[in-house]
């Protein structure tokens, strides 16, 4: 997979993600599902072991009910958005196996002012 944002399966297809009494709104998951009003109430999103290349979008703040996110085990790189410490309702995030870089947001860190119950980032920076 060379990007997110490439696949043109409905988004309810993918691997880890579950739709539940979400309006289609005629969209065929050729645009970018960050866009989609319905992807807002997404409240877990797993696409762990999934082969994603690239950075993490900075979109994923706009999944403002998220409460999982696990991103494990992928090919993702650069840093982690500075963004996801706007996520008030985030508890568990996964982002291990990956090759991130660059200093992770305080708020993620264990020393750090979270809601976060689990997190589980491969660092030497917390």
Not at 18 to 38: E, I, M, P, R
Not at 83 to 91: A, C, I, K, V
Request: hydrophobic content about 35%; proline content about 2%.
């Amino acid at each position: 997979v060379k990007t997110w944002m490439s696949t043109f399966d409905s988004i309810c297809t993918w691997y880890g993600v579950t739709c539940k009494n979400l309006d289609n709104d005629g969209n065929d998951g050729h645009n970018n599902v960050f866009q989609q009003d319905s992807v807002k109430v997404v409240t877990s999103l797993d696409l762990s072991l999934n082969n994603l290349e690239g950075t993490m979008p900075s979109e994923i703040n706009l999944l403002t009910h998220l409460s999982i996110l696990n991103l494990s085990n992928n090919a993702l790189e650069g840093r982690i958005p500075a963004d996801l410490s706007g996520l008030g309702l985030l508890e568990t995030l996964n982002l291990e196996g990956n090759n991130l870089n660059g200093s992770i947001p305080d708020i993620f860190c264990d020393n750090g002012a979270s809601i976060l119950v689990d997190v589980d980032i491969e660092c030497n920076c917390c």
